[in-house]
């Protein structure tokens, strides 16, 4: 079970999504184009991860064309859909968008050159450091055109401005584990058991043993040993351990 942990402030350029919502059926017909897929990225969130706390905007006009970068955190393939289908706006010339969840990422350029819009947009979310994310950049066209160099610079850059000033939340897994422990040592366990702040307690006494009950709760990933260790030194008995 994930769990947020912690908010750093926002900076006023993001600012808070007013309600853009646009009839479903055409966008995703838009998102079942032709992607740029892949399963090769690099996978740092071992058990943790950061993404952003709320969706965010971004707007600049570049050469008379006016780009709306609008980021959100998701968490599949099917939040993305609904994310794109409640952002994008059909009366606009292009509604490119990129997302990322753990390995998984895809992008695309509606429309414009090839690799010059939802590959950049790609790019702004990995050069974050986010994951779980989806960006969508609108651009209304204002008549001069940017050439290949100056719409990677203006969908990249917009992309990278909306991200750099959201605020951001650090998630961690949560990993359910067990002990067998003696009824008389459940005053220490469970001292220990609210010092590391565990979720979800459960206990069990039809274990088939006398005098010995099953605790069942779930810890921070990254404090599991250090519970273990704990447990093991105030009880100073030997416990049998469960781990998932």
Avoid at 85 to 114: F, I, L, M
Avoid at 127 to 139: A, F, K, N, Y
Avoid at 227 to 244: G, M, Q, S, T
């Amino acid at each position: 079970m994930p769990v947020a942990l912690t908010i750093p402030s926002c900076h006023h350029c993001c600012q808070k999504l007013n309600n853009r919502i646009s009839p479903s059926l055409f966008l995703f017909g838009r998102f079942s184009k032709t992607m740029v897929t892949s399963g090769s990225s690099s996978n740092n969130n071992a058990g943790a991860f950061t993404t952003i706390k709320e969706t965010v905007t971004f707007e600049k006009e570049i050469k008379k064309s006016k780009f709306i970068a609008i980021a959100g955190p998701i968490s599949n393939e099917q939040s993305a859909q609904s994310f794109l289908s409640q952002v994008s706006d059909p009366r606009a010339t292009h509604n490119c968008w990129a997302y990322k969840v753990g390995n998984q990422y895809r992008s695309n350029d509606d429309g414009e050159p090839s690799g010059t819009a939802g590959k950049p947009i790609h790019s702004a979310i990995v050069s974050s450091g986010l994951d779980r994310i989806m960006v969508v950049v609108t651009r209304y066209f204002g008549g001069i055109k940017l050439g290949t160099g100056g719409l990677v610079r203006a969908y990249g850059g917009v992309a990278s401005e909306c991200l750099r000033n959201a605020p951001t939340i650090l998630v961690k897994s949560r990993v359910p584990m067990g002990v067998e422990v003696p009824f008389e040592l459940l005053g220490i366990l469970y001292h220990q058991l609210q010092l590391f702040q565990v979720e979800d307690i459960n206990q069990d006494y039809d274990t088939g043993k006398d005098g010995i009950t099953m605790v069942t709760f779930k810890v921070d990933f990254d404090r599991a040993e250090n519970l273990e260790d704990a447990i093991k030194n105030n009880c100073r008995r030997d416990l049998v351990f469960y781990k998932h």
